[in-house]
């Protein structure tokens, strides 16, 4: 049984900060890509960033240069760093890992249970 637990989540202003973070953990084997979404009221979800083994970021237009993700792969751990935050921002974030199990070995994406994140004044 593989789990992502998000942290981070919470209330900030706009122009603010926030950090999420999204921890893997039981039996794994490896993690490939590993990435964020985002769902908003009444949208459809969309992915924010991810961050794949090897090659470059993907960030989705709306918040490159402001988000960054990161990884660390001895903690099985991908962040989300997200400054100057706007409205527009607020969602439900959900982690994502596309990974290999250990017990059985097979493929298999994973999702978190989701953090809110809410930018208001």
């Known amino acids: 049984q593989v789990q992502l637990v998000e942290s981070g989540g919470g209330l900030v202003h706009p122009g603010g900060s926030l950090r999420l973070s999204c921890a893997a953990s039981?039996?794994?084997?490896?993690?490939?890509?590993m990435g964020w979404y985002r769902q908003a009221p009444g949208k459809q979800r969309e992915l924010v960033a991810a961050?794949?083994?090897?090659?470059?970021?993907i960030y989705a237009d709306s918040v490159k240069g402001r988000f960054t993700i990161s990884r660390d792969n001895a903690k099985n751990t991908v962040y989300l760093q997200m400054n100057s935050l706007k409205p527009e921002d607020a969602a439900v974030y959900y982690c994502?890992?596309?990974?290999?199990?250990?017990?059985?070995?097979?493929?298999?994406?994973?999702w978190g249970q989701g953090t809110l994140v809410t930018v208001s004044s």
């Open positions: 961050i794949p083994t090897a090659g470059s970021t």
């Open positions: 994502n890992a596309d990974l290999i199990t250990a017990r059985p070995i097979r493929s298999l994406e994973v």
């Open positions: 039981g039996s794994i084997f490896s993690i490939n890509a």
